[in-house]
């Protein structure tokens, strides 16, 4: 089993639809969890972060930890084809760690 | 210009040949990484380096070596290419509160 699951689409949406991206892990002593952007041909680039449990929003998009269930969650609101990309998922022990473990990566397309 | 560049971009190259990645990083951080991206097996770590004398091996390290020639710069070998070695490359640095990836190289062992 890996240690982050992580559903690889293609997930595509028509433009405006409210997105949701999730993983789901096994290592309950992950506290960090990162979610990624990445466009083709370009290197993956930090989205959002946050830090234990709970939600964070920042404009669009809003991420979600549930320890509890080892779930995390990416939603985006009002979806534009700019958000076109693979999301991945990225979990640590800690932000300062080398050590992250990444998702497969979930591929987006928001059709016009 | 770009924080973390990589060179080549694209490289094909025949089985046995020794081949070349190198990473440059303005951000002044200590902490660089070597990693490899293959669908459906997401990013996996080759090597990474605390400083110039501090290097490490990754979860996949065999058939690979790197050099930390300075702060900032970091290069990963392949000693003698072969064809399961075809993927992308991505050197990335390690700020705060998360790593920071170059372009990425494509590399493609026939």
């Known amino acids: 089993q890996k240690e982050v699951e992580q559903d690889p689409g293609p997930l595509s949406v028509p433009e405006g639809a409210i997105v949701s991206l999730n993983c789901t892990y096994s290592?309950?002593?992950?506290?960090?969890f990162m979610w990624y952007r990445q466009y083709s041909r370009k290197g993956p680039e930090l989205l959002m972060y946050?830090?234990?449990?709970g939600n964070k929003e920042d404009g669009r998009f809003t991420a979600q930890v549930d320890k509890s269930s080892k779930y995390i969650s990416l939603f985006i609101r009002d979806s534009q084809p700019s958000d076109s990309a693979t999301y991945l998922c990225?979990?640590?022990?800690?932000?300062?760690?080398?050590?992250?473990?990444f998702g497969t990566g979930t591929r987006l397309k928001v059709l016009a | 210009d770009a924080d973390v560049t990589q060179t080549p971009r694209n490289r094909i190259t025949k089985t046995g040949k020794r081949i070349m990645l190198e990473c440059s990083q303005t951000?002044?951080?200590?902490?660089m990484y070597w990693y490899r991206q293959d669908p459906g097996l997401g990013l996996r770590l080759i090597y990474y380096?605390?400083?110039?004398?501090?290097?490490n091996k990754g979860e996949i390290s065999d058939g690979y070596s790197v050099s930390r020639q300075a702060q900032a710069k970091f290069s990963l070998s392949l000693e003698s290419a072969i064809p399961n070695q075809t993927a992308l490359y991505f050197c990335?640095?390690?700020?705060?509160?998360?790593?920071?990836f170059g372009p990425g190289t494509r590399l493609l062992v026939l």
């Open positions: 990225a979990m640590s022990l800690t932000s300062g760690t080398y050590k992250y473990i």
């Open positions: 290592n309950s002593a992950f506290q960090y």
């Open positions: 946050t830090y234990s449990s």
């Open positions: 951000k002044g951080h200590d902490r």
């Open positions: 380096s605390f400083d110039v004398k501090d290097i």
């Open positions: 990335a640095t390690q700020g705060q509160e998360t790593q920071y």
